[in-house]
DNA sequence: CGTACCTAGTCGTCTAGAGGAGTTCAACGT
DNA sequence: ACGTTGAACTCCTCTAGACGACTAGGTACG
């Protein structure tokens, strides 16, 4: 039997966070390994003699820290950490294309993870001032706009946004949800815009609660936002990809030059 | 007077998160601007007629989304958000060093913030494993380890720790407090290592309680870590630097080829 | 004038209890 | 054999009240 040890009310922690700081040692130490069930509300209330919103304050303590994860009616579990994943600044490199795989299957792979794509939709919509600007595009033009789930090993990761202005997509499968080996990219050299680079901008924020639902975190996790550009050899936008990560599942690699 | 609503019990979404989504939604168009005080909880418990736990848990989830900051007997207020600092890839190239100016200076000045460093620390230390292996050199080197604060505005953005190799910077400013115009990269160079590229590990995560006392952030607020190996042209790594960012204060920006 | 104290207002923590809703599984009836 | 029901368990949300601690401002006292 778990050692859950007691609280000390002449202690300057609440008893709260007393509870937390036990419980989170032993998922720390791994006495509580991943997916583990933690005590019930109820037995906790009866081990540390408290009332119940002091056993849940302590709880959501550890949900704040993605530590465990509740499931209603069923139990609260200790989170399995999501592995991490780290992108290359090579990610995109032609090989990978050349191989048939989009980027983000191929780096998976390479990870020893299962990747898998969900929930993909593609529409076409007028282009937002943003998108715009960044496409070289005007108000008035329209954007492919693709969006989709990526998960490795069953759990959500990141989800991302495409924009692709309709003069290059129209007709060719960027439109369409399957867009065959190669991912959009090969599709965009298809049509006759040979990738030359692109630029990333990188941030980090709290997800809102949409964010938290599609991506199944708790509140507490950050997430990272990556807004790429992509540019053709005469240096033409010609995609804006708007994603949102896991934080805590990524490490971003870049190379810069000293110049 | 502000109209806050009101809540609907028929509604699907519980109480506690109608309050919260009124009052976001408030704060997200400006009729709550930032450091202006919440009503009291005392104030939303009248008006909407809940329990003071309702109005609690609302209040809860804008500050886990970093919204809001709870002072103890003062009230609750809007945060006000820092500015936002773009770091283009570009930052560390060698004309800033060539005019003299340490990259942070250079980059915060042409943003118009004013730029302060403070908390310099600079010791000699054994190297962490993890130091060791990216600057390639044994458990057993030793490293000039310089710790410092960065500033913009007066509010901390970041801190940042850099790891020299001893056999490079020994006998050089680099081991000094001040290590005179154009920072320690300056001086690597002037100690015969021409600086040719650096790589960037980026990731982020909730900060540990120290991190947020350094750079005074509340809960709810994540930081961006940024790992910077430098290596000049013969490919040998010169200098590692470890930084922790405020991750609202900061937008990164990377090129990436698409070779 | 300055200090110490008091007080009202704020958020922080805890107690005790209620009903609701999702999950699981065994007992039951068909 | 199969589906339904119900009980027991879980976490979710809310109520009502209590005391504590921190802040700011006014007041009384030295």
Redesign the interface.
Known sequence: MLDLGSIDRSDDRPPYRQIADILREHIRQGQLPPGEQLPSEAELIEYYGVAR?TVREAIRELR???LVVAMHGKGVFVRSAPPVR?LA??R???RHRKEGKAAFLAEAETAGHTPSVDQIRVTNEMVSPEVAERLKITRRDRVIVRSRRYLADGQPVEVATSYIPEKIAKGTPIAEVDTGPGGIYARIEDAGHQ????????????P?PEERKVLDIG??I???TLVRT?YDTDDVPVEVCDTVKV??A??????????
Not at 195 to 206: D, N
Not at 250 to 259: F, H, Q
Request: zero cysteines.
């Open positions: 919103m704040g820290e993605g780290r600044s090579d995109f490199a032609r990738l030359a680079h692109f630029t990333e901008e990188v941030s980090a924020r709290m809102t509140a507490g950050p997430v990272m992509a934080a805590r990524y490490v971003l690699e870049y190379d810069v030059p000293a110049m």
